[in-house]
């Protein structure tokens, strides 16, 4: 499943320096392109701390093994390819070292399907829900077989129609939670609302341990491996974009402030929003 999405470990930096070359070739800051059987598009941006200029740049890479637009292609097949679902890459490079982060989203993964129609919230359909355990267990062996450790995170609303969608994800991976494999259900709207996205240090403070646990991706400035990502963090909403959008970022913004605090560029209290050029270019690239 999805096998033809980069592995975010060695691999991905052979396509980085691929893409360095696309954009030294055409001059330009964002690139959106085919390759082989995905989807890619990526952006990147220079920033001074101090006297220190680092490059960041953000790689995503969407699944085309269930295509679609919103609304008319959701949750999963029969084999646990879901709609929407796309590895997001993170790199940061300073004096020669290269660190890096992934993470993932993708559609609920059981057969579901939404009846388009002239309303202004189409109801959604569960389709097949005895083969639903099944599904996810699909899906979540194809995560665990590619990144390591999953930490599932689920933005649904827990009442009304969503509800119906997130019991049934609850209950469908009840089998094969362990310590490889979590779920944690974070009801966004209810708890943040439309503006208070502060309040997804409630999130992280549930979620931070496993962040730690299973790293990132760092090459030293001899180009030696220093640290590798060992787990994976999967995250949902119902279209995979607002309360994803703001989810990721969220955790991008984290494991960024870590690796900027171990290579000495920040000290222990210092954070992305502390240099507003910073916070300003890291919120347009991961939009």
């Not at 953000?58 to 679902?85: E, H």
Request: aromatic fraction near 16%.
């Amino acid at each position: 499943m999805h096998t033809f999405f980069l592995l975010f470990k060695e691999v991905s930096f052979f396509y980085f320096i691929l893409y360095q070359k696309y954009l030294f070739f055409f001059n330009i800051k964002k690139c959106l392109f085919h390759f082989l059987n995905f989807l890619t598009a990526f952006q990147s941006f220079e920033v001074a701390i101090g006297k220190d200029i680092i490059d960041v740049t953000l790689i995503a890479r969407r699944c085309t093994r269930r295509n679609g637009t919103r609304m008319w292609r959701r949750g999963a097949d029969a084999d646990g390819y879901v709609a929407n679902f796309v590895e997001s890459e993170q790199i940061l490079q300073f004096k020669g070292y290269t660190a890096s982060f992934v993470q993932v989203r993708g559609s609920i993964p059981f057969l579901w399907d939404q009846i388009v129609d002239l309303s202004y919230k189409p109801k959604f359909e569960i389709l097949k829900p005895e083969i639903a355990p099944r599904v996810a267990e699909s899906h979540f062996f194809d995560l665990r077989k590619k990144y390591g450790n999953v930490l599932a995170i689920d933005l649904v609303n827990t009442h009304g129609d969503e509800g119906r969608l997130t019991e049934t994800f609850a209950t469908s991976v009840q089998n094969i939670l362990n310590d490889d494999v979590r779920y944690y259900h974070f009801d966004f709207h209810k708890i943040c609302g439309h503006v208070h996205f502060e309040q997804l240090s409630i999130l992280y403070d549930q979620i931070e341990d496993f962040l730690i646990k299973n790293r990132y991706y760092l090459l030293n400035d001899k180009g030696e491996k220093s640290d590798t990502q060992i787990g994976i963090v999967r995250t949902n909403c119902i279209d995979c974009l607002d309360r994803t959008n703001v989810t990721q970022s969220m955790i991008g913004r984290k494991m960024m402030e870590y690796q900027l605090q171990r290579l000495g560029i920040f000290d222990a209290e210092e954070t992305i929003s502390t240099y507003p050029s910073f916070d300003d270019c890291f919120k347009i690239c991961i939009s």
